[in-house]
């Protein structure tokens, strides 16, 4: 079996416009996103920090880094899931996220969970 194989955290998206939180006249706008981790490998596997890059529509970028997820460093066994919902705001109607989960199989390699780019947009703004 590969290494990849052995080491597989895939990582799923969705994100939500909260317009109860947002102010455009401010140039603030609030989004919810809803991540889910699942060990697709067949090692169990610890969340230890996040790395996050958000974009928004002109083109400036933030970086995140931070240990575990809303205070959390959840294990994932093989076959298991983790989920959470978190948020950020942009001073732009549209944007992106993405990055990656730095984690440590049970066998103390330590390997990255790519997450895979996804938008925030304010509802019929995209097509």
Known sequence: MTQAKRHEITVEAVAQY???ESDPEQQRY???????????GTVA???IS???????????????R????????PELGPGERFEYTSGCALTTSVGTMQGSYQMRGA?????????????????????
């Open 18 to 20: 909260l317009e109860d």
């Open 30 to 40: 609030v989004f919810a996103y809803h991540i889910t981790l699942t060990n697709v």
């Open 45 to 47: 596997a610890k969340l």
């Open 50 to 64: 996040r790395h996050w890059i958000i974009t928004d529509a002109d083109g400036d970028a933030q970086e995140v």
């Open 66 to 73: 931070g240990l575990g997820v809303v205070g959390e460093q």
């Open 107 to 127: 066998d103390g390699t330590r390997f990255d969970a790519v997450i895979p780019v996804f938008t925030l947009s304010i509802p019929r703004v995209l097509h």
